[in-house]
């Protein structure tokens, strides 16, 4: 993981999706959590 980058958010996302990639980052293949079970990880959070 690349530290120290900002994530651009230049649009309203769901609120899941920062816990998404941290499943992902964790070797949880996760694809949404709740009631949002397609919602994604962060775009660009492996970049």
Do not use: R
């Amino acid at each position: 993981m690349n530290v120290g980058q900002y994530i651009h958010n230049t649009t309203a996302q769901s609120s899941n999706k920062p816990l998404t990639s941290v499943m992902n980052a964790l070797g949880h293949a996760a694809t949404g959590i709740g009631i949002e079970p397609t919602c994604g990880p962060l775009p660009g959070f492996f970049a």
